[in-house]
Nanobody
């Protein structure tokens, strides 16, 4: 059974930094991309960053220049380095692994980790 476990969330002051980690346990075949999404209070879940197995990245405009996604393939772990955090970054952050072969793709999700940025 596949599980994604996030860690690293917490409370930080505006301007501070956090590193989120997401480790996958169990076998996931044909991973295509890893990513982070977030859901703020009263908002829909939105993309933060994605990283494909070929190394392509995509970032939400609101986080470009402040947030970096990376991975450790040997550990099946994806990271989110967040700098210059703002109160509007406050959200539950979810990691995502997308696997399979198009058109049959499957999304695995973590349980979420809370990030709170105080002003």
């Amino acid at each position: 059974q596949v599980r994604l476990v996030e860690s690293g969330g917490g409370l930080v002051k505006a301007g501070g930094s956090l590193i989120l980690s997401c480790a996958a346990s169990g076998r996931i075949f044909s991973i295509r991309a890893m990513g982070w999404y977030r859901q703020g209070p009263g908002k829909q879940r939105e993309l933060v960053a994605t990283l494909t197995t070929t190394g392509s990245t995509d970032y939400a405009d609101s986080v470009k220049g402040r947030i970096t996604i990376s991975r450790d393939n040997a550990k099946n772990t994806v990271y989110l380095q967040m700098n210059s955090l703002k109160p509007e970054d406050t959200a539950v952050y979810y990691c995502n692994f997308r696997a399979g072969t198009a058109p049959l793709l499957y999304d695995y999700w973590g349980q979420g980790t809370q990030v709170t940025v105080s002003s």
